[in-house]
């Protein structure tokens, strides 16, 4: 279903979502460093923790790049349950290890997948998306969670990463 080369003409997906790499690495820099305390924060009443929210991101990328596609060792599907009712409470380097893991399936994917490799379909709950409809919702649920960490830690008076 990918190509192990791109072929002349055909980019590889890594060239494209180049960016997506430095949003990892801010989003190491919000988490990482956190207390307990600081993972617990909440922007308001009711709405999810800090580190209910990285494991919300953590959780959605192992859904769609390895349940849904395919992409990565069965290793990650321990991670799935990070944003079901009742998950355990993670801390920050567990919550790296999640984002490290996750984000090296998906480097390696966008490493061999090429602008062809875009058009592949998968089903999802009766559903067909492509390739490319999977990758865009993957980076943008990204951005919007992201920007949800940096807003409750911001809010809380501790400095975030400008995401």
Do not use: C
């Not at 190491?28 to 460093?33: G, M, W």
């Not at 596609?69 to 567990?94: C, F, I, K, T, Y």
């Amino acid at each position: 279903m990918s190509s192990d080369s791109a072929p002349a003409g055909s980019p590889k997906l890594s060239a494209l979502y180049d960016g997506w790499g430095a949003y990892q690495r801010l989003l190491l820099e919000a988490v990482v460093p956190l207390t307990p305390d600081q993972l617990a924060l909440r922007a308001a009443p009711g709405l999810r923790s800090a580190g209910e929210i990285a494991g919300h991101i953590i959780s959605a990328r192992v859904v769609w790049f390895h349940e849904v596609m395919g992409e990565g060792h069965e290793s990650l599907a321990h991670m799935r349950a990070w944003d079901q009712p009742g998950a355990p409470v993670l801390n920050a380097a567990e919550l790296e290890m999640g984002f490290e893991h996750t984000w090296s399936v998906i480097a390696d994917a966008l490493d061999r997948w090429t602008t062809d490799d875009l058009s592949a379909e998968f089903e999802r709950r009766g559903e067909r998306l492509s390739r490319q409809e999977i990758i865009w919702h993957v980076l943008e649920h990204d951005l919007h969670h992201g920007g949800e960490i940096s807003l409750t830690l911001d809010i809380r008076g501790l400095r975030a990463p400008d995401m």
